[in-house]
């Protein structure tokens, strides 16, 4: 698995990428831990037409929706609006 540093474009999607090289439950697990420092939590998850997962986070306290989190099942891809 190899988290990304600086910000980089998918070619594909436009969006951010934030992890490659993982895998589904990979992604969900780091992405846990890492909302999980910052007071948020996955909330849902959906399969999209376009084949990305869809992964919703919001804040624990607040019920506050954070950032959109999607993942790439063909391409191990853990991708951020």
Known sequence: MRKFT??????KTGY???LSECTYNMACDWL?????????EITRTEKHINGLMYI????VRSGA????YYYDEERGYLLGE
Do not use: H, I, T
Request: net charge neutral; with cysteine; hydrophobic share 35%.
């Open 6 to 11: 600086v910000e980089c474009k998918d070619d």
């Open 16 to 18: 951010s990428m934030v």
């Open 32 to 40: 846990s831990r890492e909302l999980g420092k910052f007071g948020y």
């Open 56 to 59: 919703w986070s919001a804040n």
């Open 65 to 68: 929706q954070a950032r959109m």
